[in-house]
Antibody, heavy 112, light 107 residues
Framework: EVQLVESGGVLVQPGRSMKLSCAASGFTFSSFPMAWVRQAPTKGLEWVATISTSGGSTYYRDSVKGRFTISRDNAKSTLYLQMDSLRSEDTATYYC?????WGQGVMVTVSS | DIQLTQSPASLSASPDEIVTITCQAS??????LLWYQQKPGKSPQLLIY???ILADGVPSRFSGSRSGTQYSLKISRLQVEDIGTYYC?????????FGAGTKLELK
């Protein structure tokens, strides 16, 4: 059974940092590009970042460039999202996804 | 960035009705379009990829089509369990972009 399990979400103050993790199982993690997608409360889906299978290529939406870093550890079948200089507009549920498979999501709240 | 204009924003339909949702791309994206269904409080589920290919396990009443830069998702006979919000996603060029969503409700 394929599983993507996100963790690390919490309440954080503006300007602070947070790191999300996504543990994958049930498929060959190293063979799939991976992405983070977020959804603000009551809003639509928004692509955040994508990483290639090797981790050698990364892509970001403009609003997170220079603040967020996507990475992966294929030996641990884990995807990460390092989020720095967080803003209130980053408040959302964050999903890791292969496109086909999705995690259950983790809530990130940025508030003072 | 490529824009996807999704319509309608909301839709009310009766069981067994035919439902069609469209996404208009701002430029050529070929077949690089996916459709997702999201139920309240749940993660999105892939329905269609490469514009017209049904994902494994998805009921055959769902279908995708393309005409130029306009893409459509059709539900041939609406079932109660089809209620939710539908999104299109283009993966032709970065940044990947989603349509704004179509909320489908029962009449």
């Amino acid at each position: 059974e394929v599983q993507l399990v996100e963790s690390g979400g919490v309440l954080v103050q503006p300007g602070r940092s947070m790191k999300l993790s996504c543990a994958a199982s049930g498929f060959t993690f190293s063979s799939f590009p991976m992405a983070w997608v977020r959804q603000a409360p009551t809003k639509g889906l928004e692509w955040v970042a994508t990483i290639s299978t090797s981790g050698g290529s990364t892509y970001y939406r403009d609003s997170v460039k220079g603040r967020f870093t996507i990475s992966r550890d294929n030996a641990k079948s884990t995807l990460y999202l390092q989020m720095d200089s967080l803003r209130s507009e980053d408040t959302a549920t964050y999903y890791c996804t292969t496109g086909l498979w999705w995690g259950q999501g983790v809530m990130v709240t940025v508030s003072s | 960035d490529i824009q996807l204009t999704q319509s309608p924003a909301s839709l009310s339909a009766s069981p067994d009705e035919i439902v069609t949702i469209t996404c208009q791309a701002s430029q050529d994206i070929g077949s690089s379009l996916l459709w997702y269904q999201q139920k309240p409080g749940k993660s999105p589920q892939l329905l269609i990829y490469s514009a017209t290919i049904l994902a494994d396990g998805v009921p055959s009443r769902f279908s995708g089509s393309r005409s130029g830069t306009q893409y459509s998702l059709k539900i041939s006979r609406l079932q109660v369990e089809d209620i939710g919000t539908y999104y299109c996603l283009q993966v032709s060029s970065s940044p990947d972009t989603f349509g704004a969503g179509t909320k489908l409700e029962l009449k």
